[in-house]
């Protein structure tokens, strides 16, 4: 009997490439975020403090705190260590992200969402939270499109993720 290779699916040929693009978009999104931020830490801590969610204390840590660990989920997610670890982190955080804008809308505050340094409360009419939030729920799709497909190129992962790798190796 002749064996006849298979032809991998389409989905299978492109998502490698797929999920580089949506890698090195998130890692962008959080090193420019977390390196923005970074730049004038009081200034975060505003914008943590504007949304009204936590006790002073905690707003004070998340502010300092935000954009150093932006910067390093970014960073890992160039190099592709733990890409389907470190995408469930990232739509956890683009969740919290949402859930905080959404909340803040929800109950009429006035801010700027600080997301890409800044924020703080502004002007009545000023805040713009349907693109924050169509941004943001656009990066968490992004964010589940690499926790389905975290097998990339130009990542350090080398670790198969389905059965035509394991064929293949075999």
């Given at each position: ?33 977390g ?9 975060s ?91 943001d ?34």
């Amino acid at each position: 009997m002749i064996a006849v290779a298979s032809q991998p699916s389409r989905l299978a040929r492109i998502s490698p490439w797929v999920s580089t693009l949506v890698r090195l978009l998130l890692a962008g999104v959080f090193l420019t975020a977390g390196a923005m931020k970074a730049m004038d830490p009081r200034a975060s801590v505003n914008a943590v403090r504007a949304y009204q969610l936590l006790p002073a204390s905690a707003e004070t840590v998340v502010g300092w705190g935000l954009p150093f660990a932006e910067i390093a989920l970014g960073l890992l997610l160039v190099i592709g260590v733990f890409t389907r670890l470190l995408a469930m982190v990232s739509a956890l955080v683009l969740t919290a992200f949402l859930v905080a804008v959404v909340s803040a809308s929800a109950r009429g505050l006035s801010i700027d969402c600080g997301c890409f340094g800044g924020g703080g409360t502004v002007a009545r009419g000023q805040s713009d939270y349907t693109t924050e939030i169509l941004r943001d729920s656009l990066l968490l799709l992004a964010a589940l499109w690499l926790v389905w497909q975290p097998r990339s190129r130009l990542a350090l992962d080398t670790e198969p993720s389905g059965r035509r790798e394991l064929e293949e190796a075999a």
